[in-house]
């Protein structure tokens, strides 16, 4: 093969995943937001609210805004009344917050408004439902505003010394409303 067909081939090819890529990128401000994912949830001894058990979740997952990483922290404890159709235990996710890192730097902050969790002994899993608030980031989420809802499932793989879920891997979705602003111009 020719070396200048090589050349421009691999030019082409450059330019197509980056204008590919920037295409991810340049959505409407306003947007509905999906994202799958998978990982672990542990607990730890940061405590975030008296009478409560903090968590660490940690994954990674892939929607509508590009790859991500979450880092999350937050409070389990006592639900004042079950989820809607939970038979089983229950508890709350009363407080907490975390950083999702995209693949091109950004980062997308949230911060738990509420949420709740129904065990099934039977099939040995937990239904989660908790709900975020967007409130800001970094690079393309700078000025970042609205509101995501996880729905996940988790499943006790090792438990504790006294008997309780120590290490859970977790999946399940990200779904809700993204409002992206212009940052204002400092230019005066």
Do not use: W
Not at 60 to 75: D, I, M, P, Q, Y
Not at 116 to 134: D, P, Q, T
């Amino acid at each position: 093969m020719n070396p200048r067909t090589v050349t421009r081939t691999f030019v082409f090819v450059a330019l197509m995943l980056d204008l590919g890529v920037a295409g991810a990128y340049a959505q409407d401000p306003h947007g509905h937001v999906k994202m799958t994912f998978s990982g672990t949830n542990m607990a730890t001894t940061i405590n975030l609210q008296a009478n409560t058990v903090t968590d660490e979740m940690l994954a990674a997952g892939k929607g509508s805004l590009g790859r991500f990483t979450l880092r999350e922290l937050h409070a389990d404890g006592v639900a004042p009344q079950p989820p809607a159709g939970c038979t089983g235990p229950f508890f709350g996710v009363l407080k907490g917050a975390g950083v999702f890192s995209f693949q091109d730097g950004s980062l997308l902050i949230v911060t738990l408004k509420d949420g709740s969790g129904c065990v099934n002994l039977v099939e040995r899993f937990a239904a989660l439902i908790v709900n975020y608030e967007i409130t800001g980031g970094t690079g393309r989420f700078a000025n970042a505003s609205g509101e995501l809802t996880m729905t996940a499932t988790q499943t006790a793989v090792l438990r504790n010394a006294a008997n309780a879920p120590a290490l859970l891997p977790i999946a399940g979705e990200f779904e809700g409303t993204i409002v992206r602003s212009e940052p204002e111009d400092d230019d005066r």
